[in-house]
């Protein structure tokens, strides 16, 4: 499991953010993608909730391979999603709630899992499992000071906001305790991939 959570420690460390692209087309969101990686996001999470979105995962994947990035696949709740993920070339999982199950069919297939935590016991059930990053959802209804007040009981524990997360309320998430935040529509703001390019030089 330690490999798995030093994965996404090396996988974060050139930028504290990630990006969401729900919804797109294929095409678009190769588009996208790329614009991500141009600005020095290194992670990139594609929800696939539907067959056209499990095509746009399969050709950003095409292009992650290309540029020697990685792509995530994410709301990935069952393990038959589990297994379409690996199979369309995703590196890692992303999930809305913490499943035991869900969570160890995508160890088991080699990607590392991130599942959605909103509670103490959430966090501490993910804990137990191994896991040492989690994603905080929705980040922008539990609050900064959530993130501050869960710094107490998990010290070791990370957190990556997510859920109304953009460049402009991304510097008070991480400076309250979050360690990464995963925006969805700034990668269609040229200010805001301004921004987020200012806040990597900050750190």
């Known amino acids: 499991m330690e490999t798995m ?8 460390s050139p ?5 969401i692209l729900r919804g797109f087309s294929p095409a678009r969101t190769v588009e996208l993608a790329h614009r991500g990686w141009d600005a ?26 290309e540029r020697g990035m990685t792509v995530g696949a994410g709301t990935v709740v069952t393990p038959d999603l589990v297994a379409t993920a690996h199979d369309s070339g995703a590196a890692f999982t992303v999930a809305p709630g913490f499943d035991p199950v869900v969570a160890q ?3 088991d297939a080699g990607m590392p899992h991130l599942p959605g935590v909103a509670t103490g016991t959430d966090v501490q059930s993910a804990a137990a499992f191994g896991l040492g990053w989690v994603k905080a959802f929705p980040a922008s209804v539990l609050g900064v000071e959530w993130f501050s007040a869960m710094r107490g009981p998990f010290p070791t524990m990370k957190f990556v906001a997510t859920g109304g997360m953009n ?13 990464v935040v995963a925006v969805g529509s700034a990668l269609e703001d040229e200010a805001q991939i301004d921004l987020l390019t200012d806040l990597f030089a900050s750190r």
């Open 167 to 179: 460049a402009r309320n991304a510097s008070e998430y991480l400076r309250a305790g979050a360690d």
């Open 15 to 19: 930028a504290p953010v990630m990006a």
């Open 105 to 107: 069919a995508s160890i």
């Open 40 to 65: 020095g996001i290194t992670c990139i999470e594609v929800p696939i909730q539907s067959p056209a979105a499990v095509a746009a995962l399969v050709a950003v994947a095409d292009a992650a391979a």
């Open 5 to 12: 959570n030093s994965w996404f420690d090396q996988a974060f």
